[in-house]
C-alpha cells in the first residue's frame, strides 16, 4: 500500500484524496494490539504524508496559487457562489457530474435519481456500521469539499472524475438495498426508473457518436499543425470557436458541424480566457 501510494501521489495530482482514505480506512481495519502492525501502519502513513507534503510545497502552492488559476477556477470554488442553495447544488453535482455529465450538463431527473441512489447507499453503510468502507467510499468526497471551501480544490467536473468509481460503487449500494427489500414487481420498477434516469445522457452519447467530427479535438490538432507550422497559434481554455475555424476550410465549409460547435459555445457560457491570449 505505501508503494502503491507514493507512484499514485507521484503521477496523479487528485491522488491524495484516495490514498488518505485508503490509509484511514486501513487503520481501522487493523484494530490490533499488535504493536508491530500498529508502528508500520503509522510509518508508512506517515512516509506517504511526507512524499505529499514535499511535492505540495514545491510544486502545488505556487501552481494553485497562480493568480490565473484561481480566477480561471474562482466559479467551481465552493465559496464562490452567490447563495447557500447554489453552494449546496455544486458539491451535490460535484458527486454526480464525472459519471453522469454531458457538457457538464446533468438532466434534473438523473440528478435527483443519482443522489436519492447515493444517499441511500451511504444510509445503508452507516446502519450497517461499516466505518472502513464509509471512510473508504465517502472520505476522498468530503476532503474534497473541504479543500474547495479552502479554495484548494475546485470541485470542477474533469478535477472530480478520480471520484467516479467512489459514486458508482455508492450507487450500486443504494440499488442493492432496494432490490433486497423489494420483490420482483419493485425490480422492474427500479429497472424503468434507472432507465428513465439514464436515458438523458445515453441520448446524449448517442448524439456525439453519430457526429464525432463535433468532438474529435485530435483531428482538429492535427489539421491546426499543418497550416501554421510558420505561423503562431494561440491556445485557450474554451478554445473551440478558434480550434473550429483553424481546422475548417472556409471556401466549403461545413455548416452544420459549425452551427453544432456554436451551440456548444452558447451552453458553455461567458468565458474570459480570450483575455490573455492577446498578450504575445
Do not use: K
Request: net charge positive; proline share 5%; glycine share 6%.
Amino acid at each position: 500500500l505505501f508503494a502503491a501510494s507514493v507512484l499514485a501521489i507521484l503521477f496523479s495530482v487528485p491522488a491524495p484524496f484516495i490514498v488518505a482514505c485508503a490509509w484511514a480506512s486501513t487503520a481501522l481495519v487493523w484494530r490490533t494490539p499488535n504493536v508491530r502492525i500498529r508502528g508500520a501502519i503509522f510509518a508508512a502513513a506517515a512516509g506517504t504524508a511526507a512524499v505529499f507534503g514535499i511535492i505540495y510545497f514545491t510544486v502545488y502552492v505556487r501552481a494553485g496559487n497562480a493568480s490565473f488559476m484561481q480566477r480561471f477556477w474562482a466559479p467551481a470554488y465552493s465559496d464562490s457562489q452567490h447563495s447557500l442553495a447554489d453552494a449546496a447544488s455544486l458539491i451535490l453535482l460535484a458527486l454526480i457530474r464525472p459519471v453522469f455529465a454531458f457538457d457538464d450538463y446533468v438532466s434534473v431527473i438523473t440528478a435527483a435519481a443519482a443522489l436519492l441512489l447515493l444517499g441511500f447507499g451511504l444510509f445503508r453503510i452507516i446502519l450497517s456500521r461499516n466505518w472502513p468502507l464509509l471512510v473508504l467510499l465517502a472520505g476522498p468526497f468530503a476532503l474534497a469539499v473541504i479543500a474547495s471551501l479552502l479554495r484548494s480544490w475546485p470541485l470542477g467536473t474533469r478535477l472530480m472524475v478520480f471520484s467516479a468509481p467512489l459514486a458508482i460503487a455508492l450507487i450500486s449500494y443504494g440499488i442493492e438495498g432496494l432490490l433486497n427489500v423489494g420483490g420482483r414487481r419493485c425490480g422492474w420498477a427500479l429497472t424503468a426508473f434507472l432507465a428513465g434516469m439514464l436515458l438523458p445522457p445515453f441520448r446524449y452519447s448517442v448524439y456525439q457518436a453519430r457526429h464525432p467530427a463535433s468532438t474529435d479535438n485530435r483531428q482538429m490538432i492535427r489539421e491546426v499543425l499543418q497550416r501554421a507550422a510558420n505561423g503562431v497559434v494561440y491556445i485557450y481554455a474554451g478554445a473551440a470557436p478558434e480550434w473550429l475555424f483553424y481546422s475548417e476550410d472556409l471556401s466549403r465549409p461545413d455548416w452544420n458541424r459549425i452551427r453544432r460547435w456554436q451551440a456548444a459555445s452558447r451552453r458553455l457560457g461567458d468565458n474570459r480566457g480570450h483575455l490573455y491570449s492577446r498578450n504575445p
